[in-house]
């Protein structure tokens, strides 16, 4: 019960109470959004200034996959650079949240389809902390991870993430991170700052996404393999697919969506994210 008392003290501390926290899904794209200053990490601050202060976010990146589920379970959490190739000047941010054992546990309480480990070796990989820096950049949220069974079908993910619902209520502010079109073995880099540059095929499936998303179609969006050769193009691994499934599975039959950051980047990568409440 300790977990829950610690919970409930967080939550209270809310400007607004007794209201469900939105859900996010965030396309994160490339590493360099977490330091520079454009169209996409300015609608993250924008997400930040409008809502509520969370009690902590919880967030399931593409970047963290495992055999098994596990949640970050540290006080510090430490900044994973889990990329290559980038300037030094990103290598050296570091993004100093909080984590809470407390809301860790109470979370890990809160799943019953499978058990969930308490992790203390992990911290916020880049497809977490590029995105929050920018909506809490005094990093005086809680931040916690999730990590994805990566062994499980997708529509484990989707039932997974509706056990989650009570953390809503309770201020966390939960966030699938990842990108709906991700295929980086066929970006044009020579378009790579080509504004809003989009193959055919992925402006085929990124309308189809929306439009299921719209009409919360979710079983169509589970069933992604069955939506045609534009899917399996966008999607040739599920790993940025995945976070997508936990924030739909987070949706209430009220909740409104809001599509935002809809953009492509080299032809074959999205940034379209959902800010999805009530």
């Given at each position: 019960m300790a977990g829950l008392g610690a919970l409930s003290k967080f939550s209270d501390a809310l400007p607004r109470q007794g209201k469900k926290m939105p859900v996010l899904?965030?396309?994160?794209?490339?590493?360099?959004?977490?330091?520079?200053?454009?169209?996409?990490?300015?609608?993250?601050?924008?997400?930040g200034q409008e809502i509520p202060t969370p009690a902590a976010v919880l967030c399931i990146s593409a970047h963290w996959l495992t055999r098994g589920t596990h949640i970050t379970a540290m006080d510090t959490p430490k900044?994973?650079?889990d990329f290559g190739g980038f300037p030094q000047e990103l290598f050296a941010v570091q993004y100093p949240a909080p984590g809470s054992p407390a809301i860790a546990q109470e979370t890990a309480q809160l799943i019953q389809s499978t058990d969930v480990?308490?992790?203390?070796?992990?911290?916020?990989?880049?497809?977490?902390?590029?995105?929050?820096?920018?909506?809490?950049?005094?990093?005086?949220?809680?931040?916690?991870?999730?990590?994805?069974?990566?062994?499980?079908?997708?529509?484990?993910?989707?039932?997974l993430a509706g056990e989650l619902n009570a953390l809503r209520s309770k201020g966390v502010l939960i966030m699938g991170s990842?990108?709906?079109?991700?295929?980086?073995?066929?970006?044009?880099?020579?378009?790579?700052?080509?504004p809003n540059f989009g193959f055919d095929w992925a402006q085929e499936i990124n309308e189809v996404f929306k439009d299921k998303i719209r009409h919360k179609l979710h079983n169509d969006l589970i069933d992604y393999r069955s939506l045609g050769t534009?899917?399996?193009?966008?999607?040739?691994?599920?790993?940025?697919?995945?976070?997508?499934?936990?924030?739909?599975?987070?949706?209430?039959n009220k909740d409104d969506v809001e599509i935002f950051n809809d953009k492509y980047v080299g032809g074959s990568l999205t940034m379209t994210s959902l800010r999805i409440s009530a």
């Open positions: 899904f965030i396309g994160h794209g490339s590493p360099m959004n977490g330091i520079e200053d454009n169209e996409f990490s300015q609608y993250w601050k924008k997400l900044t994973i650079h480990g308490l992790d203390h070796d992990w911290g916020l990989d880049h497809g977490c902390w590029t995105v929050v820096r920018h909506m809490y950049p005094d990093a005086d949220v809680p931040v916690l991870q999730l990590s994805i069974d990566y062994n499980r079908p997708p529509a484990y993910h989707y039932k990842g990108n709906m079109v991700h295929n980086l073995r066929r970006i044009d880099w020579q378009n790579m700052n080509t534009a899917a399996q193009l966008a999607i040739p691994t599920p790993d940025h697919y995945y976070p997508l499934l936990y924030t739909l599975g987070l949706q209430d």
